[in-house]
């Protein structure tokens, strides 16, 4: 692949353990790493001083696409 792209993964924790056997967190990322793109996900940012909702809309803006897991609860909202 000439480019890989860089995927932005957005979903709530939940996800990260439904369902039980393969949950659709770990499939999204799986998926993205075989098809040779670079994923991003939350569970790869660090602790820092300053608002997430803001280093997250940060990350967002650096990635090529955004992927929404649509679960069965909402995180926090970020305009």
């Known amino acids: ?6 995927i932005f993964i957005s ?4 996800l990260y353990k439904f ?6 967190v770990k499939a999204a990322i799986s998926a993205v ?3 040779g793109h670079v994923p991003c996900d939350m569970q790869y940012f660090t602790a820092r001083d300053r ?3 803001e280093y997250c809309k940060e ?8 992927v929404g897991l649509i ?3 909402y995180g926090s909202l970020v305009r």
């Not at 979903?11 to 939940?14: D, G, L, N, R, Y």
């Not at 990350?59 to 955004?66: A, F, H, L, S, W």
């Open 1 to 6: 692949m000439a480019n890989p792209k860089r």
């Open 11 to 14: 979903h709530t924790s939940e």
């Open 19 to 24: 369902p039980d056997n393969y949950p659709f």
């Open 33 to 35: 790493n075989r098809a």
């Open 51 to 53: 608002q997430p909702s």
């Open 59 to 66: 990350r967002v803006r650096e990635c090529d696409v955004y």
């Open 71 to 73: 679960g069965f609860r």
